[in-house]
């Protein structure tokens, strides 16, 4: 079986799609599976960018990388590609074709064309009166089933389109992170000298974000926490390049650290050197994209590489992170404007060495047999044989 996986996202990227796009056909094809991913490029070495910034080994993949000709319509543009790829592969090696679409023009090709299942996944609810009107000939197709990341959003598509008859065709798959090994703890004492230059002499306690600096992200926690614990170091890696700048010029905590950027490959490594780590969404969570929050549906990458990393997390009590988190059980949960509770439950995990284990424990041990990859790739396949 061949399985075309037909993105709307774009290498290089920072975005959360890319890494869920680019971990989705490793997982593929770590469980065996020959993919070919339909994607758009503006990178004249995609290998090696992979390589080096995912550590995805391309040989396993079938890359179909397009330069859109013009700034608008670059979705489209894939979905075209993928379509006559289809057409030309088909007829030519008689393939077995199973088609997995991040992209809505190509779900809708495929959709009308194949006679058989194919997988639409979106992440969002759509806007406009084009995408919307496709977003719902998707959701009613007979032979399309439909995936997204969170419960509230199954919800919110199914009130909106008015199809609660067809929640069976809506699956519920949460984003992932992969399984890797932890570190001990001489590791994270040799990694954190490794790293932080000297900070280990400094601080005995290192709490960690990892993420964008876009509005809703609580970036204004962390600072409101680097003045009340002069004591703990707190690094902040990610953000592009103008953030993290500007917030480097406006930064008045020497306690407080923006690393900027690291590649995917990498942040799962520096995670595992902290000894807590944060994530204090707001109630409304941009994603860089104007009018865009994602608050109400949202399925962070970031939550379950933090779950896998054996670290305590302590996380904001947004209703839809708590489809995932459950509070004192896997992480510790708090309000997210609440500067104080988020004070005094760092407090907690740095001077309680028993329950930040037991909570890191329990979120890693859930993780494994819930949030892999590999295991929403197995998942994703199990639809399609269903009849």
């Known amino acids: 079986m061949t399985i075309f996986y037909i993105s709307p996202s774009i290498i290089p990227s920072r975005s959360a799609n890319t890494v869920h796009v680019i971990s989705m056909c490793r997982a593929l094809t770590e469980l065996g599976e020959s993919v070919r991913l339909f994607i758009k490029s503006e990178d004249g070495d995609i290998q090696h960018y992979l390589l080096q910034n995912y550590g995805l080994k391309t040989n396993l993949l079938d890359i179909t990388a397009s330069r859109a000709l013009f700034k608008r319509g670059t979705e489209f543009y894939i979905a075209v590609k993928a379509l006559f790829a289809y057409v030309r592969l088909g007829?030519?090696?008689k393939l077995d074709v199973t088609v997995i679409s991040r992209n809505i023009f190509a779900a809708i090709f495929f959709g009308f064309l194949f006679g058989k299942k194919i997988i639409y996944e979106t992440h969002t609810p759509e806007s406009g009166l084009v995408r919307t009107k496709l977003q719902e000939i998707l959701l009613k197709r007979q032979n399309?089933?439909?995936?997204?990341?969170?419960?509230?959003?199954?919800?919110?598509?199914?009130?909106?389109?008015?199809?609660?008859?067809?929640?069976?065709?809506?699956?519920?798959?949460?984003?992932?992170?992969?399984?890797?090994?932890?570190?001990?703890?001489?590791?994270?004492?040799?990694?954190?000298?490794?790293?932080?230059?000297?900070?280990?002499?400094?601080?005995k306690n290192f709490v960690g974000y990892f993420g964008h600096l876009y509005a809703g992200r609580g970036i204004e926690i962390i600072q409101?926490?680097?003045?009340?614990?002069?004591?703990?170091?707190?690094?902040?890696?990610?953000?592009?390049?103008?953030?993290?700048?500007?917030?480097?010029?406006?930064?008045?905590?020497?306690?407080l650290l923006f690393m900027g950027h690291v590649a995917p490959s990498e942040a799962k490594k520096i995670m595992s050197l902290m000894d807590v780590l944060l994530?204090?969404?707001?109630?409304?969570?941009?994603?860089?994209?104007?009018?865009?929050?994602?608050?109400?549906?949202?399925?962070?990458?970031?939550?379950?590489?933090?779950?896998?990393?054996?670290?305590?997390?302590?996380?904001?009590?947004?209703?839809?992170?708590?489809?995932?988190l459950i509070d004192h059980h896997n992480c510790l949960l708090v309000d997210p404007e609440d500067i104080e509770k988020w004070s005094s439950s760092l407090n907690m995990l740095i001077t309680n060495e028993v329950l930040a284990n037991t909570l890191a424990k329990k979120a890693k041990s859930e993780f494994s047999v819930k949030y892999t990859w590999n295991i929403r790739a197995k998942n994703m396949l199990g639809i399609l044989s269903v009849d």
């Open 91 to 93: 007829s030519r090696e």
């Open 144 to 203: 399309v089933e439909t995936v997204v990341i969170s419960d509230a959003l199954k919800r919110i598509i199914l009130k909106a389109y008015e199809i609660e008859h067809l929640a069976e065709k809506i699956h519920v798959m949460h984003d992932g992170a992969f399984d890797d090994d932890c570190i001990t703890h001489p590791e994270k004492m040799a990694g954190r000298d490794e790293h932080f230059n000297g900070l280990s002499d400094k601080y």
């Open 224 to 255: 409101g926490l680097a003045e009340l614990h002069k004591t703990t170091v707190f690094l902040v890696f990610g953000g592009n390049e103008i953030d993290v700048q500007q917030y480097k010029i406006n930064n008045t905590f020497q306690n």
């Open 279 to 324: 994530m204090p969404y707001q109630k409304s969570v941009s994603v860089g994209l104007k009018f865009v929050d994602t608050a109400q549906w949202m399925s962070p990458i970031k939550m379950f590489e933090y779950m896998s990393t054996g670290i305590p997390i302590i996380s904001s009590n947004l209703t839809v992170l708590k489809e995932v």
